[in-house]
């Protein structure tokens, strides 16, 4: 059983920035992919993005590649998730989850955790 905790998530203004940590348990971090969705209100859960075991590849929403950086600390059984230029848009419920098997991913096919998500607020 693997458990994912968030943190990192507030309130900012636009144009801001903030990190998101999750941080697992369980010794077999470094196996798992691992990545980022998120669900603003009213809305479907979509996908953010996704660092495979070694961080050595990584896989973006379209809509999100240059402003969003996924990474992991393997030794800190950690993945990141650094948001800069936010907008209003990006306000939502940011959730991390693990996929046990495979490498980077795009969809919640196989993913086998989840964290409990941690709110993010842009104000205009």
């Known amino acids: 059983q693997v458990q994912l905790v968030e943190s990192g998530g507030g309130l900012v203004q636009a144009g801001g920035s903030l990190r998101l940590s999750c941080a697992a348990s369980?010794?077999?971090?470094?196996?798992?992919?691992m990545g980022w969705f998120r669900q603003a209100p009213g809305k479907e859960r979509e996908f953010v993005a996704s660092?495979?075991?070694?961080?050595?590849?990584?896989y973006y929403a379209d809509s999100l590649k240059g402003r969003f950086t996924i990474s992991r600390d393997n030794a800190k059984n950690t993945v990141y998730l650094q948001m800069n230029n936010l907008t209003p848009e990006d306000t939502a419920v940011y959730y991390c989850?693990?996929?046990?098997?495979?490498?980077?991913?795009?969809?919640?096919?196989?993913?086998?955790?989840w964290g409990k998500g941690t709110p993010v607020t842009v104000s205009s």
């Open positions: 369980g010794r077999t971090f470094s196996s798992y992919a």
């Open positions: 989850a693990a996929k046990v098997h495979g490498t980077v991913f795009s969809n919640d096919y196989g993913i086998k955790y």
């Open positions: 660092v495979s075991g070694s961080g050595a590849i990584t």
